[in-house]
């Protein structure tokens, strides 16, 4: 009686979904096997295999095999991998042996996924404007700070080094300068949590050698997946209030699926001066000096020139390789296992770094760290979970002083110790400040995870929450007879300590619904961030035991004394709604609403969008018969706003100072003047692009126009002193304009048959002007900036020429007074900011070999090194020998003088420094899978990684990256080999 009701009821289930009857029967079941590699025979992976019709795929294994269970006799299996095409493989059961699948790259760029805010899309279907570095194209530069991996690689992007040695400052700046005195750094972004673009300085942060530190050095480039670039408004808005200036996106590695796998990264190499500025030497600079007292009829004395008559004139030092002369020893190690399943990936490493310096000493800079990724998802796939933590510590020992400059304006006859052995201090003396030190310890932490969960089809819920904190600690020592004795110097010592954390806390909905072949999706969110910074920095006096310099209590006296406290509170709520109609009409629309506390009451808040538009007009049936020859074509456009609140907090309230006690009672002193009455700083921001593909997308580019309008300019206004302060923070109706064009080329020349040339250049054409300033003339800045000019003017006195008789420079009476005075009689004599930059990048491989070349280049020019002409016991470049020496000499340089008033800046010094580097050089060689196999590994490579190795630019002058007399290192030229193993 039951089996009969048993079979009733299946029967009319059978009849209600109507089953077919063989489901009734037992099922045919069979194992498929396989293995999955790329072109060169390596295995793959983490590839995804997956029988069509159904959900629940393979993954292959570290080597690339796979074992999928099947119930059917015959189908197609679906293979994929990321930068791979897929694959459809048909099987049938009559087959035993293993599946043999070899999946082709693909070489289209307009498939790569882009990573933009709260989200990731493609190139194709992306309506804003996003520049994107890999992973590989980090890996190849042998570089300790992942942002110099940028250089040359991006339109719209200058990257500039501002200091060679380790852990130097590097300025990020995307389309441009659209602030007067504000922040003009892009937001950077870590997995999601806001990262510091410069070191903590309001909490009192030392410059040593090495200059402005860069926090970004403390990431390790290994870590780093991708870094994505945000520059116009649909692409920025949705970060509203910090997207001013653009929006830097680094996102570090995952786990990923595949059995484990085991990595070993080692490398040692070189690094050296890239460049030495070019100096008169011994008799060239005796020379010039007994010129300029014969020439203004002064006898020279010992004290006005000691380098004639107290100092050896026969014997010589090249000063700058004394100082930057070493090479220094590079040694890394990166260590990585990684592995996992459908459900569960992880990743973690272990880096370290050895770097020597190219100083006189044992100064040096290490850094390592470890990073942890762990991701999970439910086995129903409506939960997810991802975990990242990235710890990293350096510990830089440079020089307290920047001494560039004193290396190349030191005479070469300088004599450095006096015949009791003391310091000589006839001129500063560069050589004593080599036992000034300066230590440097950065401990930094980033975590931050995520929680999601399906809700329902289409619609996610999403929690993430961030935290970092970047701790500076810096011990400067200044020995007694380090310093100039006739400022009666003590043993001194400061201490500075800086903490900057961060907490963000972003809850998100997103939801996704496919209509008819149409996509909508959706998102809306919040933000809550709290950024806390402390410090101190004090001074030490009088130590009497110099070992115990650096110890703080062993001082005498502590004096200066300054701590340091603020807190930057930020709430949002934003949204975006993105439509692609039949894959050819896309619609991006976002807003934000920001609250900062940065602002007085009533200004606390701030409405920030951006619309977003493109055409795919190659989808179009008219146009594909029409333009035959083209692949792809888009047309897009943006339009919106975004803001700046890059200042200080608390300028809208009065504060006052800890004064000095009196009476045994502390007083306090006025700091500021308060301003409730400012506001947001905005940019509008319009675009219109063109994107073409031809030759089925191999050749690819892109054109773009952007225009930046930068308004309510955040400035400290300076008022009298009568006022009882120097300034106050306000808005001021001043414009800034940043036009520019865009040019992008990737092409594919070769492909196939083991041989592969992809090469890309991308050209920028920028363009800045302070389009408005009202009553500029009445102002503090009217000798700073001109409407209508670019905000990198210089002025300076127009050359009429050198007098061909008397070698005297003459210049232009511009106010018709007659005499030179300034700033009277000040013109523009041009601006430093460039005319065009750009990079060209060609990627070779044959079989197991691989080449990299990176060009950077750029046209600009910078304010020159002024000449010195004799005037002092300092030295000078050597386009000085084409000064005016005797009657009839023709040139632009000035006679050789005693009084410093003849070589004003004029209209000579604003020389080219355009230039070309070298940037990057990679060479690496992969054995083929079969010797792999042999060996018991699973990959193999040996590579050899050069950074700076060349530079084309006026031999004459300095660096043209690092501008004369600022006391920064040229970059440096780094030779790296290394050896990565996979196992």
């Not at 015959?74 to 897929?86: A, M, R």
């Not at 099987?91 to 882009?114: C, G, K, M, W, Y």
């Not at 100083?359 to 796939?381: C, R, T, V």
Request: charge should be positive; proline fraction near 5%.
């Amino acid at each position: 009686m039951k089996k009969t009701i048993f079979f009733m009821v299946l029967a009319t289930l059978c009849l209600f979904f109507k089953l077919p009857a063989q489901e009734l029967s037992p099922q045919f079941s069979q194992t498929l096997t396989g293995k999955v590699t790329d072109e060169q025979g390596k295995p793959l992976p983490g590839a995804t295999v997956l029988l069509q019709g159904t959900r629940v795929p393979a993954i292959t294994s570290a080597d690339g095999t796979f074992k999928l269970f099947v119930t059917v006799k015959s189908g197609t299996l679906t293979v994929s991998f990321i930068g791979f095409q897929k694959a459809s493989i048909p099987f049938e059961h009559t087959r035993t042996a293993p599946l043999s699948i070899q999946l082709t790259p693909d070489l289209s760029a307009l498939n790569e996924v882009q990573v933009i805010g709260y989200g990731t899309t493609t190139k194709r279907f992306n309506t804003g404007s996003v520049a994107s570095i890999s992973a590989k194209e980090i890996e190849n530069q042998p570089v300790s700070n992942p942002l110099a991996a940028l250089q040359g690689r991006a339109s719209g992007v200058l990257v500039q080094t501002t200091n060679g040695l380790p852990g130097g400052g590097i300025k990020v700046q995307i389309r441009g300068q659209g602030s007067l005195a504000s922040g003009t750094d892009p937001l950077f972004i870590v997995d999601g949590v806001p990262f510091l673009s410069t070191s903590p300085y309001g909490s009192g942060a030392l410059n040593g050698a090495n200059g402005i530190i860069s926090p970004l050095s403390i990431i390790n480039p290994d870590d780093i997946e991708s870094i994505d670039i945000l520059k116009d408004a649909d692409a920025t808005a949705i970060y509203g209030s910090r997207a001013a200036n653009g929006v830097v996106l680094i996102t570090t590695k995952k786990g990923k699926k595949g059995g484990d796998r085991v990595t070993v990264d080692l490398t040692h190499g070189i690094s050296k001066i890239s460049r030495i500025n070019p100096v008169l030497g011994l008799p060239y600079y005796l020379k010039l000096r007994r010129e300029a007292f014969a020439n203004d009829g002064v006898i020279p004395d010992v004290n006005t020139a000691p380098d004639l008559l107290k100092w050896d004139t026969t014997k010589s030092t090249d000063w700058q390789r004394y100082f930057y002369g070493k090479t220094a020893q590079v040694t890394t190690l990166q260590t990585s296992i990684a592995g996992g399943n459908e459900n569960n990936q992880y990743l973690f490493s272990l880096n370290y770094r050895n770097e020597g310096t190219i100083l006189p000493g044992d100064e040096n800079y290490k850094k390592g760290g470890g990073y942890f990724n762990f991701n999970h998802s439910s086995n129903d796939q409506r939960f997810n979970l991802t975990l990242s933590v990235n710890y990293n510590k350096d510990n830089n020992h440079t020089l307290y002083s920047a001494i560039n400059s004193g290396a190349f304006s030191i005479p070469p006859n300088f004599l450095v110790r006096n015949p009791d052995g003391s310091y000589n201090w006839d001129i500063s003396n560069p050589v004593a400040a080599l036992e000034q030190k300066q230590r440097s310890n950065t401990d930094y932490i980033n975590v931050s995870t995520s929680l999601g969960y399906k809700l329902f089809p289409g619609m996610d819920a999403k929690i993430s929450l961030g935290y970092n904190r970047y701790a500076l600690d810096q011990v400067a020592t200044l020995p007694q007879d380090s310093q100039d004795p006739s400022f009666d110097p003590l043993p001194t010592a400061y201490f500075s300590n800086s903490v900057s954390q961060r907490y963000i806390l972003e809850p998100q909905l997103n939801y996704r619904k496919e209509i008819s072949g149409d996509v909508l999706t959706a998102l809306i969110a919040g933000t809550f961030q709290h950024v806390e910074n402390t410090g101190y920095t004090l001074e030490g006096d009088g130590v009497s035991n110099p070992a115990l310099l650096g110890n703080l209590g062993a001082a005498n006296t502590i004096v200066n004394q300054i701590n340091t406290y603020s807190l930057y509170k930020y709430v949002s709520v934003f949204g975006r709604v993105n439509y692609n109609r039949k894959k050819k009409y896309l619609l991006d629309l976002n807003f934000r609403r920001d609250g900062s506390s940065r602002f007085g009451p009533g200004k606390q808040f701030g409405n920030f969008y951006a619309i977003g538009g493109a055409w795919i007009f190659t989808e179009e049936n008219g146009i594909k018969r029409s333009l035959p020859f083209l692949s792809y074509g888009k047309l897009r456009g943006s339009y919106g706003t975004t803001g700046n609140d890059q200042i200080s907090d608390y300028q809208y309230i009065s504060s006052y100072n800890a004064g000095t006690v009196y009476g045994g009672t502390s007083t306090l002193s006025p700091a500021r003047v308060a301003n409730p009455d400012y506001s947001w700083e905005t940019t509008r921001k319009l675009e219109a692009a063109l994107e073409l593909g031809f030759i089925h997308d191999r050749i690819l580019f892109t054109t773009a126009w952007y225009r930046h309008n930068s308004s309510k300019q955040l400035i400290a206004y300076k008022i009298p002193y009568l006022a009882g302060f120097a300034s106050y923070q306000a808005n001021f109706p001043a414009v800034i304009q940043n036009t520019g064009l865009e040019l992008d080329l990737k092409v594919q020349a070769l492909s196939g048959k083991g041989l592969n040339w992809t090469s890309t250049i991308n050209l920028t054409l920028p363009k800045n002007k302070l389009q408005s300033f009202p009553n500029i003339e009445g102002s503090s800045y009217a000798n700073t900036y001109i409407v209508g000019q670019d905000l990198s003017v210089k002025k300076g006195l127009k050359l009429l020429g050198v007098d061909p008789q008397t070698g005297i420079a003459q210049f232009a009476d511009i106010n018709n007074d007659g005499k030179i005075t300034t700033p009277a009689d000040l013109v523009v004599l041009g601006k430093t900011s460039p005319d065009l930059f750009g990079g060209w990048t060609n990627s070779f491989s044959y079989k197991g070999f691989a080449l990299d070349v990176t060009m950077e280049f750029v046209k600009r020019r910078y304010l020159g090194y002024q000449p010195l002409l004799g005037a002092y016991p300092y030295n000078d470049p050597l386009f000085v020998l084409n000064r005016w020496q005797k009657p009839g000499d023709v040139t632009d340089i000035p006679r050789a003088s005693v009084n410093i008033v003849s070589s004003q800046y004029n209209s000579t010094q604003l020389p080219d420094a355009s230039y070309g580097r070298l940037k990057n050089l990679a060479i690496s060689y992969t054995p083929k899978a079969a010797l792999l196999k042999r060996l018991g590994l699973k990959d193999l490579q040996l590579y050899i990684n050069g950074q700076n190795l060349w530079v084309i630019a006026n031999k004459q002058r300095f660096d043209p990256e690092i501008s004369g007399g600022s006391g920064g290192v040229a970059p440096l030229k780094s030779i790296i080999f290394g050896l990565k193993t996979t196992l």
